[in-house]
């Protein structure tokens, strides 16, 4: 069974597919790591992008960590039973004393991976070589599209319709020192329409990728799919 710690600054949407994934993955259906073994032509991007709904097995959600006490992904996980904590950077000296805070609680909980779900804090190095390949992030565009420094929230979407790019999409990643710079897990792309606005486009972002990716990659890591060599990920199978 995976140990997983869940990292949030806000609504928490991807927070709620991860819930419902593993929920899914309790009564019987078949996540990402068993499909791969019944579909030896598709890609795991292609196969978890078209998947309906995220399935994920084998995995618990030890805690929900949120550097925002006000974060509605908070109540989601109190809602569902989960255990949440809210280790806020305003309750410590320093950035230094906040990074060991969140590390102490990473260790405490014993957690195999840390999935972040929409957290809006930079991971400390001391945080990333203390999981290699253990971390990662869900990205709302095609990295190495509209991503690094700045690209956050709606200012991603905001971007892409600037430049008029006729797709987007999702990318979820293992998370290094750098920003949006670690290995690519899988990604899937989705149309921008002439009439979108950063808030259609992400919306359906979420819908028809992030939803998906999140869960699909967190499913391949509790089944250990997932090989990195050279910055490169390959998918076992
Ligand atoms: C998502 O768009 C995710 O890609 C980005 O932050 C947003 C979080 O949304 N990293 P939510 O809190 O999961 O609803």
Redesign the pocket.
């Known amino acids: 069974m995976l140990r997983i710690a869940v990292l ?10 991860i819930i419902d994934s593993i929920e899914r993955g309790k009564k019987g259906q078949t996540g990402l790591s068993g499909l791969l073994d019944k579909d030896k032509e598709r890609t795991a991007s292609e196969i978890c992008g078209s998947m309906e709904e995220g399935v994920i097995n084998d995995t618990q959600i030890a805690v929900v960590i949120s550097n925002n006490s006000d ?3 908070l109540k989601r996980a109190e809602l569902c039973g989960i255990k949440s904590r809210c280790i806020s950077p305003k309750s410590f000296q320093d950035r230094a004393e906040f990074n060991r805070a969140l590390l102490e609680a990473l260790l405490e909980e014993k957690v195999d991976l840390i999935v ?5 804090v930079v991971i400390p190095p001391e945080i990333v070589e203390a999981f290699p390949d253990r971390i990662i ?4 565009s095609l990295i190495p599209a509209f991503c690094g420094k700045g690209y ?2 709606l200012h ?1 979407h905001e971007g892409v319709l600037r430049k008029g790019a006729r797709v987007s999409g ?1 990318t979820v990643h293992f998370v290094d020192s750098g920003t949006d710079t670690g290995p690519i897990i899988m990604q899937k792309c989705v149309y921008v329409r002439d009439d979108d606005t950063a808030q259609t486009l ?1 919306r359906r ?2 819908e028809q990728a ?1 939803w998906k990716l999140l869960p699909g990659a967190i499913d391949l890591m509790a089944h250990d799919r997932i090989r990195v060599s050279d910055n490169v990920v390959k998918i076992a199978r």
């Open positions: 949030v600054s806000g609504g928490g949407t991807n927070l709620q597919a974060a509605y992904a972040l779900a929409g957290f809006l992030n869900i990205h709302p956050y929230g991603v999702a992400q972002i979420m992030e």
